[in-house]
């Protein structure tokens, strides 16, 4: 991961905060390039993209609220979810929301909820 993922966010943002926009795309790669970032040793975001990230990750959490309360797809609810609790500080809870339905089952059942 580089600098083109990182200048990729507000691209990203701009798609996801289109009046009516329904893909969940935008989150979910968002978020995922935003979990790499944390993850692995990556570069830091570079001085040039850093505002526009950040605010990019701002308009992502807005368009995530909208259309989590609209939406009933199963991929949509999951990649906006992940936005918004990465977007609030819950890293871990973002990870799992990128999970499917099926992974989080059996994550559940190990731990004795399933």
């Not at 505002?51 to 990750?57: F, L, S, T």
């Not at 977007?87 to 089952?105: I, V, Y």
């Amino acid at each position: 991961m580089g600098d083109a993922s990182y200048a990729a966010v507000p691209t990203l943002a701009q798609v996801a905060s289109l009046e009516d926009a329904e893909d969940w795309n935008p989150y979910a790669l968002a978020a995922t390039i935003e979990e790499a970032r944390l993850a692995n040793p990556n570069p830091e975001i570079p001085a040039w993209i850093e505002p526009h990230y950040r605010a990019a990750w701002g308009s992502l959490f807005e368009s995530a609220l909208r259309l989590v309360q609209r939406t009933m797809d199963e991929n949509a609810i999951a990649s906006t979810l992940a936005v918004i609790a990465i977007h609030k500080g819950r890293r871990n809870l973002g990870r799992m929301a990128l999970l499917n339905e099926d992974e989080r089952a059996e994550m559940l059942a190990t731990v004795g909820w399933g």
